[in-house]
T-cell receptor, first 113, second 115 residues
């Protein structure tokens, strides 16, 4: 079975500082990897996804993530955060051939001025 | 031009009641999903339908019954509501029936509170 671990439940950061949100996954088969963002009182929307090819994936709003197969990680980064980036961030995996997304427990990013 | 819509947005009800949540997508997608997000924000899939056919049915109590009248709609009916059913329920859709690489598009959620 697949699982996703987001070790940080909350990450406080000052505006314009860089941030990294960590995600590790466990799977014995090939997976696709996703980052979704949930703004307060809204549904989730896709930030970026890794399917194959280049391990550095660029997404919306200046976010990027790097797939590291040997470390089974898919950490999300942004070089300079804005107040508007305050949200819950979810890492998720899906197994090739199956539609089910397995989510991590989420990381709350709190950006303060 | 809402892509995935859910009604109602909020639902407050008493234990033991039966309630339904409706979901519609106008994206022309083949697959729709129901997720439950608990008070700790943990998100777990409940059901998935592809072209009106049930393809994922996680270990959900059979008090929960999804119904898909057509591929643009997926409703969730819950019988004999319990306190533990209080959560936010999200509907989602994706383009194909087999693409685990597909992006899922989420609705705004329905916050269910059982008193």
């Amino acid at each position: 079975a697949q699982s996703v671990t987001q070790l940080d439940s909350q990450v406080p950061v000052f505006e314009e500082a860089p941030v990294e949100l960590r995600c590790n996954y466990s799977s014995s088969v090939s997976v696709y990897l996703f980052w979704y963002v949930q703004y307060p009182n809204q549904g989730l929307q896709l930030l970026l996804k890794y399917l194959s090819g280049s391990t550095l994936v660029k997404g919306i709003n200046g976010f990027e993530a790097e797939f590291n197969k040997s470390q089974t990680s898919f950490h999300l980064r942004k070089p300079s955060v804005h107040i508007s980036d305050t949200a819950e961030y979810f890492c998720a995996v899906s197994v090739t051939g199956f539609q089910k997304l397995v989510f991590g427990t989420g990381t709350r990013l709190l950006v303060s001025p | 031009d809402t892509a995935v819509s859910q009604t109602p947005k909020y639902l407050v009800t008493q234990m033991g009641n039966d309630k339904s949540i409706k979901c519609e997508q106008n994206l022309g997608h083949d697959t729709m999903y129901w997720y439950k997000q608990d008070s700790k924000k943990f998100l777990k899939i409940m059901f998935s339908y592809n072209n009106k056919e049930l393809i994922i049915n996680e270990t959900v109590p059979n008090r929960f019954s999804p119904k898909s009248p057509d591929k643009a709609h997926l409703n969730l009916h819950i019988n004999s509501l319990e306190l533990g059913d209080s959560a936010v329920y999200f509907c989602a859709s994706s383009l194909t029936g087999t693409g685990s690489a597909d992006t899922q598009y989420f609705g705004p959620g329905t916050r269910l509170t059982v008193l």
